[in-house]
């Protein structure tokens, strides 16, 4: 579904990723484990078409679309999940949500995505009037996933969703991940937490300094020396 | 205390205020959405002034009734600033997207300059005389000496243009869009909101809203030459910052705020310190409440 071969991709005169190849196919859950400064936001802001890779390519459903724009890329149904959320602190939660649905103009189908990811997190319809900066951690990230799957994503990109949330509140979120996945959205799921993060996925890569340095099924990882050493702290 | 003064005071004050207010707008929308401060801003005010002339004096030797004139003549002094608010930005802002905050703010000073020299070279330096486009209304003639016509009129239509604006941003997808651009350009991005688009909308708008100052204030006051953009500008901007630079009721509570002090002032002290007071004011803002009446101290979270 989604391939990228050999991306680098530089701020400026500092090359950030280097010859970057990974591929997540359809129904996958893949993650995309790493320390800090590894490279893995990049990737993320590769793929919507923010930060444009200098060389390589990204591929999604066999098009390029390391040459569109960032409107381009949602619109052909690949919507991002933001590290730190980046909720419109002004504007409500129902707001935010149509926010997300800004490329779509099915009336009927946006009002049928509405109801499903106030089912999927109940708590958002009780706060729907509220401003999106009064919610806590754990429902701006319940929001923030929402908006995403508003615009009816085939590819859902999730960056550190469990980042300073309680371990309850990530529970809960990963098995809404879990669920999305099962209803169909493909997930790539880039992590700190690296163990939650294989616990819930199909495949997994690790990136250390902008370069892929590992790459296997989640499983494996997990049993992974190296991996138990330097990401889950075994 | 004489209450009838009084009235008079806060009427003109009113009047002053709403086209500060309508002014302001256009400062405070593209600060809001790309933090610059479009310093030729005023100068699109002008140039609704003289394209109300010039359409005023076409269709006048037409023979139009009054009414039309007025309408037609905002309507295209509207359109024909829009034009000039998106060239501008595309022109003297858009290649400076990248560059940081100072290039783009001494573009718009050279942008501002080169309109007034613009409009020197066409128009001349000298004032113009501005018809009276304004009806006289039969229902004002009471109080017609403290509140006129076009006193009237201009609170009025900025009031309505004020009121349709906020519905706009509230209500509709594209105001959505520029009020989550403002929020978090990054993420509005991520939405597929395309961000060139919505800062053109920014500025034509503003500069619509400003066209529609200029043709109102230049029949008010009956003549045009090309500086009135710069006083009106400054004041307006000064309108922005007061009510807090980025908020839209702000420009609108800020411009109704400096008119009235002026007002009050030039009736109570002094006419000569007229423009003292309106900058007095501005610096007491910038000492002790830097974020304007509805502007909120910007807390970065990391």
């Not at chain 2, 688009?197 to 500069?207: A, E, L, M, N, Y």
Request: proline share 4%; glycine share 10%; aromatic share 8%.
């Amino acid at each position: 579904m989604l391939e990228l071969r050999r991306v680098c991709t530089f701020y400026g005169n500092i090359q950030a990723l280097h010859e970057v190849s990974l591929t997540i196919h359809k129904g996958e859950i893949v993650t995309l484990i790493g320390a800090n400064g590894a490279g893995k936001t990049t990737t993320l802001m590769s793929i919507c078409g923010v930060v444009p890779p200098r060389q390589g390519e990204i591929l999604f459903e066999g098009r390029p679309i390391h040459i569109l724009p960032p409107d381009r890329v949602v619109a052909l149904g690949i919507s991002q999940v933001p590290e730190g959320r980046l909720i419109f602190p002004e504007m409500t939660v129902l707001e935010n949500l149509e926010l997300g649905a800004f490329l779509r103009s099915d009336t009927a189908g946006i009002q049928e995505d509405l109801d499903y990811v106030l089912t999927l997190f109940p708590i958002l319809a009780e706060r729907r009037r509220q401003l999106g900066g009064t919610l806590s951690g754990g429902e701006q990230q319940m929001l923030a996933i929402s908006r995403a799957l508003m615009a009816r994503p085939r590819l859902l990109l999730l960056d550190e969703p469990s980042l300073g949330l309680a371990p309850i509140v990530i529970q809960q979120i990963f098995a809404i991940i879990q669920r999305v996945n099962k209803a169909g959205t493909t997930v790539f799921l880039v992590e700190q937490n690296a163990h939650q993060a294989l616990k819930i996925a199909h495949r997994g890569y690790v990136m250390e300094n902008g370069r892929i340095t590992l790459e296997d099924s989640a499983h494996a990882l997990l049993a992974n020396d190296e991996v138990r050493r330097a990401y889950l702290g075994m | 205390m004489d209450l009838q003064y009084f009235f008079e005071l806060t009427l003109s004050g009113l009047t002053r205020g709403s086209i500060y207010a309508l002014i302001a707008i256009g400062y405070t929308m593209v600060y809001g959405i790309i933090e610059l401060i479009n310093f030729a801003h005023g100068e699109v005010y002008m140039i609704g002034a003289f394209t109300g002339l010039i359409v005023a004096g076409i269709l006048g030797t037409m023979g139009f009734p009054l009414p039309a004139i007025l309408v037609l003549a905002a309507l295209v002094a509207m359109l024909y600033c829009a034009g000039y608010g998106y060239t501008i930005e595309k022109i003297a802002y858009k290649p400076l997207r990248q560059a940081g905050r100072l290039s783009p703010l001494i573009s718009a000073i050279g942008m501002s300059l080169f309109l007034q020299n613009y409009v020197i070279l066409v128009q001349t330096s000298d004032f113009v005389p501005f018809p009276s486009l304004i009806p006289e209304f039969a229902f004002l003639e009471p109080i017609a000496h403290i509140f006129g016509s076009s006193d009237f009129l201009i609170v009025v239509v900025s009031a309505v243009l004020m009121a349709g604006l906020t519905v706009f941003i509230k209500y509709t997808k594209i105001g959505k869009a520029m009020r989550a651009t403002a929020q978090n350009r990054k993420m509005a991005l991520l939405l597929g909101v395309d961000a060139d688009r919505i800062i053109s909308v920014t500025f034509i708008i503003g500069s619509a809203l400003a066209a529609v100052g200029g043709v109102l204030i230049a029949s008010h006051v009956g003549m045009v030459n090309f500086a009135i953009g710069f006083i009106a500008g400054i004041k307006a901007f000064t309108a922005a910052v007061l009510g807090g630079i980025g908020s839209l009721p702000g420009a609108m509570l800020g411009g109704l705020f400096l008119g009235l002090a002026e007002s009050f002032g030039a009736g109570y002290i002094s006419s000569d310190y007229e423009d003292v007071f309106a900058f007095s004011l501005l610096v007491i803002f910038l000492i002790f409440r830097p974020s304007g009446i509805m502007g909120k101290a910007k807390v970065e979270k990391v």
